[in-house]
């Protein structure tokens, strides 16, 4: 299977230099371009529930680690402006 998509993939590569090189017009051009869009679409792998899940707890637990990393960046960042500028920190 994997020689069939290097295959496609070549064919589709040598059409478009062949393409390029006849210098055709804006339709062949749409044509050429949505040829390889569905060539490139035939290489996507969907995952599997568990690895979606998966995929979506690893992002979920990254939002919030970085959430509280600028939370506790911006409250240490708001009391050093507090002294520098102000009478002690505003809390």
């Known amino acids: 299977m994997a020689s069939k998509d290097v295959e496609t993939t070549d064919d ?5 230099k062949v393409d390029r090189a006849q210098r055709r017009g804006p ?4 044509a050429l371009f949505i040829r390889q869009v569905f ?3 035939r290489k996507v792998v969907t995952p599997t529930r568990k690895e979606l899940f998966s995929y979506t707890g690893v992002v979920l637990v990254f939002v919030v680690v970085m959430m509280i990393l600028v939370s506790v960046l911006d409250f240490v960042f708001g ?3 507090g002294y520098v500028f102000g009478n ?3 809390a």
């Open 79 to 81: 009391l050093g402006v």
């Open 39 to 41: 060539g490139e679409l």
């Open 12 to 16: 589709v590569v040598a059409q478009a």
């Open 27 to 30: 339709f062949a051009a749409i």
């Open 88 to 90: 002690g920190p505003t």
